[in-house]
């Protein structure tokens, strides 16, 4: 018999940050919470005794393997807790005849039916997804869009918030030296409701709180705020830290230039997020922003509203994947693919994945609890050994990084991005619903057969542009007349129902508008994808 099931208030912590899985009941005086207080009390406990050296001791000593049962354990943990504790789950796993004390071992866990928006989170109230099912105990809600343009709200607890900002300290202190060196950070998502921003915010607000040297400044999406602040202030700072997506991060820079910042007077580092690149739009930043350093001056990471921060680069999963990102027979030995995907680490404790066919599934806690949850994001996970297996010409690149002790026994995650169709433009969702409403209202929709496909790609400045291109319907012509009155409904359809795409426009006005290609009716490109269409097809 596992421990937790004897003791099912036994509330398990984590061994990097010692923080508890899941938060006490409701214990209410009147209408303050005296369990939450005293949650609060123990979470700024640990915030403030954590310490970076010794966590960093422990992922260099530890042993990926027992990273990885310790994962184990804990999703197991989690599986238990939320049976009991969220009433949703308890009531998922019912109608799915899945008895929680059968499952006691990580083979049982395996077995448990996948969750995700369609089958769960969308199908109970908002509170019964909650622990407890009490959303009033959520310091936060942050908001994603979906697929139809239709939110979904995602409560943010305390013990999340402080996992995040814990990763947050690690992983900055020891790339970015933020404990070092007097930091100006500019937090460049977008603020508001979406979780970026904010949870950015938070956690740097956190260092500076412990005295770390660094200032937060919270611009968003406007490179005219942030490039307001960098001539005023950047100078007063060892180095400035811009924080935001990849394509807006590189829009500051080129404005920079334009109206005469000079970039390599300025120490700049990189914390970028919401989706991938590729190594040579790295190494152009890189040299654009002041000769930087690709390799010590970037870190990308794998978030997302459900659950924050799942991974993030490190020294390794940059050197490697700078090794690999020209040679397509090594990309394929390591990732079944022509493409390259991001390569991060994870902590297998706070995110436990597995990947069922080509697809990531993690378990994680929060304000409402993941167990197996479908992301809907294609990739995989490696060890160490499993690329050095595939690649023993890459034990060099680890051995050199060991011994610059920059190496962490932790376990690797590529992503692809999205598999359920969705195009990701200056980090906003773009789903095919959204361009099919536009393309199928009254005037319109007798000119399109309904076949879309969607993609980003760089143009010859190195932005990133949103092209759609549509097959015409049968006896319609492609001329510039309809390309232009299509573009425009896009566009506005666009505007009306997509959040994350208005904020994007708020950023980078005329660059968000999609660039629209007209098709004969039965052009090969339509015709290649099989008995079920694709809407979308994915760059290098």
């Known amino acids: 018999m596992i421990p937790w099931l004897r003791r099912p208030n036994n509330n398990h912590r984590d061994s990097l940050f010692n923080l508890p899985l899941y938060p006490p009941a409701p214990k209410k005086n009147g209408g303050v919470d005296l369990a939450s207080q005293q949650l609060t009390a123990d979470v700024n406990q640990i915030l403030t005794s954590f310490?970076?050296?010794?966590?960093?001791?422990q992922l260099s000593e530890t042993s990926e393997e027992e990273w990885k049962k310790r994962g184990e354990t804990r999703a197991l943990a989690?599986?238990?807790?939320?049976?009991?504790y969220v009433p949703a789950y308890k009531d998922f796993l019912q109608k799915n005849q899945i008895k929680p004390d059968k499952i006691k071992t990580i083979a049982d866990f395996k077995q448990i039916p996948l969750v995700d928006k369609e089958?769960?989170?969308?199908?109970?109230?908002?509170?019964?997804?909650?622990?407890?099912g009490n959303i009033s105990s959520s310091q936060m809600i942050s908001v994603s869009s979906g697929s139809s343009g239709q939110p979904f709200f995602w409560p943010r607890g305390q013990i999340l918030d402080a996992e995040t900002a814990l990763e947050h300290e690690l992983f900055l202190t020891s790339f970015f030296e933020l404990d070092q060196k007097s930091t100006l950070f500019i937090v460049c998502f977008a603020m508001g409701m979406y979780v970026a921003g904010p949870v950015t915010m938070n956690s740097v607000l956190h260092m500076s709180e412990k005295g770390y040297p660094v200032t937060v400044v919270t611009p968003g999406y406007s490179p005219d705020d942030v490039l307001r602040i960098i001539p005023n202030i950047a100078s007063q700072y060892d180095q400035v830290v811009l924080a935001g997506y990849p394509p807006y991060i590189k829009e500051i820079i080129d404005q920079g230039a334009d109206r005469g910042i000079n970039w390599p007077d300025i120490n700049l580092k990189f914390l970028l997020a919401g989706e991938g690149f590729n190594e040579s739009w790295r190494t152009y930043v890189a040299k654009l922003s002041g000769d930087r350093s690709p390799v010590h001056d970037f870190m990308n990471?794998?978030?997302?509203?459900?659950?924050?921060v799942l991974a993030h680069e490190t020294t390794a999963s940059i050197v490697i994947r700078r090794r690999i990102s020209?040679?397509?027979?090594?990309?394929r030995k390591i990732f079944n693919d022509e493409r390259l995907p991001s390569l991060l680490q994870y902590h297998p404790e706070h995110k436990y994945f597995e990947t069922v066919g080509e697809e990531i599934i993690f378990t994680a806690t929060g304000g409402v609890p993941l167990v197996r949850y479908n992301i809907h994001d294609r990739g995989g996970i490696l060890s160490r050994s499993d690329i050095e297996e595939k690649i023993p010409e890459l034990k060099e690149s680890f051995a050199e990084i060991a011994k610059n002790h920059q190496l962490w026994n932790l376990p690797f995650v590529y992503v692809f991005g999205k598999s359920d169709q969705t195009a990701?433009?200056?980090?906003?969702?773009?789903?095919?619903?959204?361009?099919?409403?536009?393309?199928e209202e009254e005037g319109l929709c007798r000119y399109c057969s309904g076949k879309i496909i969607m993609y980003t790609e760089l143009d010859k400045n190195n932005d990133q542009r949103?092209?759609?291109e549509v097959e015409c319907s049968n006896g319609t012509n492609p001329s510039k007349q309809m390309t232009e009155k299509m573009k425009r409904r896009v566009f506005e359809t666009l505007m009306e129902v997509n959040s994350e795409y208005r904020v994007v426009n708020q950023g980078i006005g005329d660059r968000s508008v999609p660039i629209i290609s007209l098709y004969p009716?039965?052009?090969?490109?339509?015709q290649s994808y099989g008995a079920k269409h694709k809407w979308t097809k994915k760059s290098d």
Request: with cysteine.
């Open 51 to 57: 310490s970076v050296v010794k966590a960093r001791r």
């Open 78 to 84: 989690l599986f238990h807790a939320a049976a009991e």
């Open 119 to 132: 089958n769960y989170l969308r199908v109970y109230p908002l509170d019964q997804l909650c622990w407890h």
């Open 301 to 308: 990471l794998y978030g997302s509203a459900d659950a924050a």
């Open 326 to 331: 020209e040679d397509l027979e090594t990309r």
């Open 424 to 439: 990701i433009v200056y980090g906003a969702n773009v789903y095919p619903e959204n361009i099919k409403k536009a393309l």
């Open 466 to 468: 949103l092209h759609i």
């Open 521 to 526: 009716h039965g052009d090969a490109r339509f």
